[in-house]
């Protein structure tokens, strides 16, 4: 294929190397005329492993040119990959300057090419939040070119997961390929583009793809904070920190796994809690400064909150709870967050009642009946014996559970009461287009 990439930065450079190295035809667009010359001298202007060869090797082939000249890369190419910096401001917030005025220029050149060479795609690899590109760059695209985007002009979003030290590697062996689509035929082209490289690719909606880029980064960004303090906490504690996350990485079921990393309600129970408070309170004696380890408890009790928040804005005064224990198959109420809910509800005057066919209050013995009379005493007129009791008082349903017999007695669609999802139902994608539906886990 034929190829324009804008912006010949770490991403733009090794992606127009590695894309003129698979036998595509490419021309790199920068508005530095020093990096257009270094790359049409058949040098790389980054330091990377192995880019300068590449560079060197696919100059020389004649496969990678580098211009200035927007009008003329885009008339010579039929993709157009847009790798310019997306920068913060000095408020934190995301710049768009670069993104906008290349968006910009490539719809003007596209007008003036007048349609000729067939539907042309652009396709954006920086990063940027969700919503961008549909809401800026769709709009000034449309808007400079004169046409419809998705029907004279292809548009998608392709987030890159390069390494900066190991970027070239990463292209030819990436751990997955993005496809954020305005439309299939968009998708097509980028698949296309890629076509031979390994690894899952995934052909998602342009908000999607924006998002699992911050997800993957910040991701990144929570795993090395968290070695980090419990590095520091370790060796205050005169402990091998090294030792510990070798054990704790061999852990492929619970640790590094798919475990716990699905959106829902807060977490409690008797280990978790109890265990995040221990060791931040163990930090701060040890004098250790642990502010993501101290922020999980916060965070956990914001979500809470949240719950708390959509029942409030519904404006209704009868509430069903189904669901209490701290998780499913047990009748631990422990730090439950729907105990939680309960006596936050409970509190606020809120008409409850509960339904959860793991916990009877008869069955309810020692640490679990303690903790139970503490904080909730009012239990025994608040739970109901059935979900069918729970449905015929409420006007606002809140769903902590995936219990089927709740499952199947859910009502659907307006005339019922307002369903508040914590756990993310089995049918939501369905009900999340009914009236009175509102989830906490999306």
Same mark, same amino acid.
């Given at each position: ?10 991403? %733009?450079c ?8 698979m036998? $595509?035809?490419v ?13 049409n ?5 980054v330091?990377e492993e192995?880019?300068?060869e590449?560079?060197a090797?696919?100059?020389g082939s ?8 927007v009008r ?5 190419s ?6 310019? %910096?997306?920068?913060?401001?000095p ?12 968006t ?6 596209l007008?003036e090419?007048?349609?000729r060479g ?12 969700p ?15 004169g046409g ?14 390069? +390494?900066?030290?190991t ?9 997955k390929?993005?496809i954020?689509e ?6 097509d ?7 031979g ?15 699992i880029?911050?997800a993957? #980064?910040?991701?990144?960004g ?5 070695a #980090? ?17 070798d054990?704790?990485l061999?852990d +492929? ?18 280990c978790l ?8 309170y163990?930090?701060?004696r ?5 502010p993501?380890?101290a922020?999980?408890l916060?965070?956990?009790?914001? $979500? ?9 804005r519904?404006?209704?005064r009868?509430v069903?709870l189904f ?10 109420? +422990? ?8 006596e ?23 640490? #679990? ?5 503490t904080?909730?005493?009012?239990l ?5 014996d ?6 015929? $008082?409420?006007e606002?349903?809140?769903?902590g559970?995936?219990?089927p017999a ?8 307006a005339g ?5 999802d ?8 369905a ?7 509102v989830?906490?886990?999306?």
């Amino acid at each position: 294929m034929r190829v324009s990439v804008f912006g010949l930065g770490y991403v %733009g450079c090794v992606s127009a190397a590695c894309l003129a190295d698979m036998g $595509h035809e490419v021309v790199g667009v920068d508005v530095n005329q020093v990096k257009v010359d270094l790359v049409n001298d058949g040098r790389a202007p980054v330091v990377e492993e192995r880019i300068g060869e590449l560079v060197a090797e696919v100059v020389g082939s004649g496969a990678l040119r580098a211009t200035d000249d927007v009008r003329e890369a885009v008339m010579n190419s039929e993709v157009s990959l847009v790798c310019v %910096g997306t920068p913060s401001e000095p408020n934190g917030s995301l710049c768009t300057t670069y993104l906008e005025r290349v968006t910009e220029q490539i719809g003007a050149a596209l007008a003036e090419q007048g349609g000729r060479g067939g539907r042309h795609t652009v396709v954006f690899r920086s990063t940027m939040l969700p919503g961008t590109c549909l809401d800026l760059l769709v709009p000034i695209l449309e808007k400079s070119f004169g046409g419809t985007a998705g029907v004279d002009v292809g548009v998608a979003v392709n987030p890159e997961f390069l +390494r900066e030290g190991t970027s070239v590697r990463d292209f030819s062996d990436p751990p997955k390929t993005v496809i954020g689509e305005l439309d299939p035929a968009s998708g097509d082209v980028v698949a296309a583009l890629y076509d031979g490289l390994p690894g899952e690719v995934f052909r998602v909606p342009v908000p999607t793809a924006e998002a699992i880029k911050y997800a993957d #980064n910040a991701f990144h960004g929570l795993k090395i904070g968290f070695a #980090n303090e419990l590095g520091a906490v370790c060796q205050a504690l005169g402990v091998d920190s090294h030792q510990v996350m070798d054990v704790f990485l061999a852990d +492929r079921k619970l640790n590094i796994s798919p475990a716990y990393l699905r959106p829902g309600f807060a977490f409690g129970g008797s280990c978790l809690p109890k265990d995040l408070r221990s060791l931040v309170y163990a930090a701060q004696r040890a004098d250790v400064s642990v502010p993501i380890l101290a922020h999980v408890l916060p965070s956990n009790e914001e $979500h809470l909150q949240r719950a708390i928040e959509l029942v409030e804005r519904t404006g209704r005064r009868k509430v069903g709870l189904f669901g209490l224990s701290f998780k499913p198959g047990t009748d631990d109420l +422990r730090e439950s967050p729907l105990v939680e809910l309960a006596e936050r509800l409970f509190g606020k005057g809120y008409d409850l009642r509960i339904h959860d066919a793991n916990v009877s209050l008869s069955r309810l013995l020692g640490a #679990n009946r303690e903790y139970i009379e503490t904080r909730l005493p009012h239990l025994a007129q608040l739970l109901a014996d059935s979900v069918d009791e729970v449905l015929e $008082h409420a006007e606002v349903v809140l769903v902590g559970t995936k219990d089927p017999a709740v499952l199947s007695a859910l009502p659907h669609g307006a005339g019922g009461p307002v369903i508040v999802d914590l756990v993310r139902l089995p049918d939501a994608e369905a009900r999340r287009a009914e009236p009175g539906y509102v989830g906490l886990a999306w």
